[in-house]
């Protein structure tokens, strides 16, 4: 009988250590799942992040390049203006008549400020818009 109680603890302490091992392995499995389940997501959200890099990436240099192209088309369309003002000058000081005075002039000196003031609002606007490109490079 002292055998059986002997082989009857020994059966216990080895279930009982199986049950505890069990447990360990459980948890153990459980952490895997978790961990690879991040990994996972974390690869569909990086590859997910990398398009929406790209997009705004490339609104970030259309952006730019439209306010180079305006800016660029802004000055040129000054210089013209200056340029007709320029000619509405002289021919007004040929007929003895002051510049300002023509409803034309007046409007192509409010065209001027218009002008002036975008250009530099461009000017303005460039700066953090290629601050952020160059981050993007």
């Known amino acids: 009988m002292s055998k059986i109680v002997e082989i009857s603890k020994q059966e216990l302490s080895t279930e009982r250590v199986e049950l505890a091992l069990d447990s360990e392995v459980k948890s153990a499995l459980k952490d895997l799942d978790k961990y690879i389940n991040v990994l996972d997501n974390g690869e569909s959200t990086f590859d997910k992040l990398d398009r929406e890099y790209d997009t705004l ?18 000055k040129k369309i000054e210089s013209q203006i200056k340029d007709v003002m320029t000619k509405y000058e002289s021919a ?39 601050a952020i490109v160059k981050k993007l490079s």
């Open 57 to 74: 990436s490339n609104k970030y240099y259309k952006l730019r390049a439209e306010v180079i192209n305006s800016r660029n088309n802004l």
């Open 92 to 130: 007004s000081k040929n007929l003895g008549i002051k510049a300002n005075t023509i409803k034309e002039y007046k409007l192509l000196e409010e065209g001027l400020k218009l002008t002036s003031a975008y250009i530099a609002g461009a000017d303005r606007d460039l700066k953090p818009i290629t």
